[in-house]
């Protein structure tokens, strides 16, 4: 493994930084992302009837607000439940707005890294190839096991590239399709919120 950082050249280093980065991403994101994290399951429901028993105090709301990203935006609409549907809609829509970009964090920094990572790997074999006809130039083909080392040499940092960013991209479509889903499945549980809060607000 060194060894091949070693024979890669310099371009090898951000390479194997982005490639540290990208796991570090995925795993985080990989947790922060569980539907038992950002949607649990009931939870909506237990908001609901905790409203409809009149348990829902200010520390109930805040606990709420702390535990989920569903939970936020349920918080943000329960908040503010005695004013008129459309504050109630805006405070929900707007808290939404703030945990859906929270759901997309460090995804630009992965599509990055699967953007260029592979560009680093073709700019170092491209760097290598110049080194070996440069030296075919100055010295002519002389020893093809020699030749055939250099351009073995410069190869190794596209593998590399694409070995990072490959990964990186199926992960960063994977994120933004299951953020997708669980932005969909937190505006249904915040629509029925409003229904249920518009229907016990008096005429």
Known sequence: ???????????????????????????ERSLAL???VVTPSGLAT???RAL???RLDADRIAALRRGSALGRVLAAGLACAESD????????????RHVVHGLERYLNALGTIAATTPLLGLLGTVIGMIKVFA??????VGDPQI???????????????????????????YFRGRINELTVE???QALRLLEVLRGRLPR
């Open 34 to 36: 569980r539907r038992a």
């Open 1 to 27: 493994m060194f060894e091949l950082i070693r024979t890669g050249g310099w371009l090898m280093l951000p390479i194997l930084v982005c490639s540290v980065l990208s796991v570090a991403i995925i795993l």
């Open 186 to 188: 937190i505006e249904q």
């Open 147 to 173: 030749l055939a080392g250099g351009i073995y040499e410069a190869l190794i940092t596209t593998a590399a590239g694409l070995s990072v960013g490959i990964p990186s991209l199926m992960f960063h479509r």
């Open 46 to 48: 237990d908001v609901e």
């Open 52 to 54: 409809m028993q009149g």
């Open 85 to 96: 549907p459309l504050r109630v809609r805006e405070a929900v829509e707007e808290s939404g």
């Open 135 to 140: 030296a075919i130039t100055t010295s002519g």
